[in-house]
């Protein structure tokens, strides 16, 4: 396991030491620690050239559709993390538009499955309002559908990746991803990504402003308010008297999609 924190020359130094010993694959420690996407992705950048193209490499405890996205995009092989059951028996559910909560109220009466693009066993048999309804009972069947739904589509996506990598596509399909979950609204593109638009936003309070950068934070929308990405409602932002806005900018330096061997 590939150590240093968020040092560059203590990763290339722990690097080139488990070079020297000759393991069978090797793994990437101590991120999606708490730091920001763009300062995990960085890490990645500096230290998975480092290790051996024909051996497995395995960032350790990520993470999100996105992180995984992004990470393989860097070269990484294989990903361990607990979001996809935890988030599931929380109620929070993974899809090709972005993530869904479940116990919403808007999903009370609502018939679609969780991802009408989904072939999954939930999504094919049961609809948003009733897995809410089980969710909303605290029943334990609530976590098992959703921990259904969350497996397969997290499956998928590395299915999907592999593909395109043998395939030569993963660059398109890179920016596929990224433009679809910009274009509903549910998610928003990491820095560096090959999507057209990256986000930052402004918070203006008391003649300071408050600049964020970590999409892992905002889960919003194009339009409305920052702060209601953040989870604040429009009468919170009035009350504390806030003026918030989205600031858009072009993307200047893609990073490469990872190239098929």
Known sequence: IVQGGMEESLRRQSAEQLLEIGFDGYAIGGLSVGEAA????????WTLPLLPTLQ???????????????????????FDC?????NARNGVLF??????SIKQNRYRADE???????GCPTCRRFSRAYLRH????????????????N?????????????????GTFGQFRADFHRRRLATGEACPPSGSVCPIDISIHIHRGGLTYVFYDRSFCHGRQSGTAGECFGWSRRDLHAAGDVCHLLFSADPSPAEARQAA
């Open 38 to 45: 763009e300062v995990m992705y960085r890490v990645m950048e």
């Open 56 to 78: 497995p490499r395995y960032v350790m405890g990520i993470g999100t559709p996105e992180n995984l996205v992004e990470a393989v995009a860097r070269g990484a092989d294989m």
């Open 95 to 100: 899809t090709s538009f972005g993530k869904l």
């Open 151 to 167: 497996l397969y589509y997290y499956l998928q996506l590395m299915r999907r990746m592999r593909e395109t990598i043998e395939a």
């Open 112 to 118: 679609k499955p969780i991802d009408p693009d989904c």
């Open 134 to 149: 089980l969710y909303q009972s605290n029943e334990i069947l609530a976590s098992v559908l959703n921990t259904w739904h």
């Open 82 to 86: 607990v979001m996809p059951t935890r």
